[in-house]
Nanobody, 115 residues
């Protein structure tokens, strides 16, 4: 597995979770890496991405609540999720935007937000 997300779990609405994504050095030398999520029956969506110099980009649905960061020295990317809502319930993955087919999705990590 080239990128592996973890840290998911069950949390109440309004709560927080921090997801780490560990990858290989080759991947973390690339420009942009990102967090995706997928709800059963729906398309996988990109929720946040970060450039090699740490510039973040967010989907409107998570802007102001989620924070993406990366530690290139540890080959790890993070997604800090605050003020979680039931609609944030999904399996979360990490991958390389624009090059997703070149890398394994892994099994992702399930985040469940209860109301």
């Amino acid at each position: 597995v080239q990128l592996q997300a973890s840290g998911g779990g069950l949390v109440q609405a309004g709560g927080s979770l921090r997801l780490p994504c560990v990858g290989t050095g080759r991947i973390f030398s690339l420009n942009v890496i990102g967090w995706y999520r997928q709800v059963p029956g729906k398309q996988r969506e990109l929720v946040a991405a970060i450039t090699s110099d740490g510039s973040p980009h967010y989907a409107d649905s998570v802007k102001g609540r989620f924070t993406i960061s990366r530690d290139n020295g540890k080959n790890t990317m993070y997604l800090q999720m605050n003020s979680l809502k039931p609609e944030d319930t999904a399996v979360y993955y990490c991958n390389v935007p624009g090059f997703e087919s070149d890398f394994s999705w892994g099994q992702g990590t399930l985040v469940t937000v209860s109301s």
